[in-house]
């Protein structure tokens, strides 16, 4: 097939996802086209299969916000005609969904058709898309698309409730790239960081506020008072500096760590003992798959699809949001080194569930239904 994906080209989770699947769908033959205004983070490997077209969007005087859905719209037209694809896969609802119905209705006046298929991953739903400022077209543009997926049944379920929706949900959770994704020897990094056998824990977000890194901050001081234990916070967002700020306030600094954003996340998981997600919402939580793919067991909040992921007492915990005190608690049972190896080991066979090469074919089968139905 050739398939036109639309998404995010930062370091989140969608951006992620939609570049790990069309490098995927690249090595199985398929000709995978990238439309989006500079090239994917995870856009690091070369297939001949893989092509990148950059959205150009032109500002002028009169402009106080270039219209970036017109210029994608436009671009998607020319791809679709000029590289004959067979179907858009566009990532978040907003503003990737309206602009393919616009793109696919400016295609059917020239006599192409081309289905268009919406995958949810959250925040384009729970937060941004239920805003009275997007939701009417939110709403329109998942209903006229030709084949609709969410990353989690709690996404699908909280779409259905929120929006009037026509068509059917189909569900395909997030996956990920075990042969990228593993626990690495990095013994030196570890003894750089706990000199004296210090657990260590790690979050790595995107620090909005709804990912509540506060919460870990606060679990992490508490844990450090039964424990000696290193924080590495990895990424980069608006809260870092209220997070700094609370660091000092608890005089904890010299054992937290900010990494930034890094690409080799996986090298710095391959030395955690536990990952802490105790976020506001999370439609699947993809850094914490990231995690356990690595062998790190995590608590998390029990929020939206998490549950679908963390297996309570197994592969991790689940707690409340907010609930620090027992978000502390499960942790330090975790890093008990009478449970750690167990946990290690759970959360491990956990992650196998989601490996790309399972994964990945639903997709495919899911691009045939909807290609057979159009
Ligand atoms: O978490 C974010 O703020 C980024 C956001 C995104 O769209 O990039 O992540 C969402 O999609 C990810 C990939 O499907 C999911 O793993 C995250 O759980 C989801 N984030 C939220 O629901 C808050």
């Not at 700020?245 to 890094?262: A, M, T």
Request: charged share 25%; with cysteine.
């Amino acid at each position: 097939m050739k398939i036109g994906i639309v998404c995010y080209p930062t370091f989140g989770g969608s951006g992620v996802v939609a570049t790990e699947l069309g490098k995927a769908l690249s090595k199985e033959g398929h000709k995978i086209h990238f439309i989006t205004y500079s090239q994917p983070s995870r856009f690091d490997f070369f297939n001949a299969n893989l092509y990148y077209h950059e959205v150009d969007i032109r500002t002028y005087p009169l402009f106080q916000y270039p219209p970036y859905e017109l210029a994608l719209a436009s671009k998607m037209v020319d791809v679709v005609m000029h590289e004959e694809l067979d179907l858009l896969h566009v990532h978040y609802a907003i503003p990737h969904a309206s602009a393919a119905y616009m793109a696919k209705e400016i295609l059917r006046t020239k006599g192409i058709y081309i289905p268009v298929i919406t995958t949810l991953h959250g925040t384009d739903i729970t937060l941004v898309g239920k805003d009275p400022s997007y939701e009417p077209v939110v709403e329109f543009s998942i209903n006229k698309s030709d084949g609709v997926t969410a990353v989690s049944e709690d996404l699908k379920r909280d779409t259905c409730e929120h929006f009037n929706i026509e068509s059917e949900i189909q569900v395909i959770p997030n996956f990920i790239d075990l042969t990228r994704f593993q626990k690495q020897k990095k013994d030196h990094f570890k003894k750089a960081i706990c000199p004296d056998g210090e657990k260590l824990i790690v979050h790595t977000s995107n620090f909005r506020k709804v990912k509540r890194v506060d919460d870990v901050v606060k679990i992490f001081s508490n844990i450090r008072k039964e424990k000696a234990a290193k924080l590495l916070l990895v990424g980069d967002g608006p809260e870092r500096t209220n997070i700094e700020n609370l660091c000092r306030e608890l005089k904890i600094c010299g054992d937290i760590r900010f990494l930034g954003k890094l690409d080799a996340v996986e090298e710095v998981l391959s030395v955690a003992d536990l990952f802490l997600m105790p976020s506001e919402k999370e439609s699947f939580g993809l850094a914490a798959l990231e995690a356990m793919a690595c062998e790190v067991p995590v608590v998390s909040s029990n929020t939206g699809g998490l549950p679908e992921l963390n297996v309570n007492g197994k592969t991790g915990f689940l707690s409340n949001v907010g609930d620090i005190e027992d978000m502390t608690e499960k942790s330090l049972f975790i890093l008990d080194d009478a449970n750690l190896p167990t946990f290690k080991r759970n959360a491990l066979a956990r992650a196998r569930e989601f490996d790309v090469s399972a994964i990945m074919p639903q997709y495919e089968a899911y691009y045939q239904k909807i290609l057979a139905s159009t």
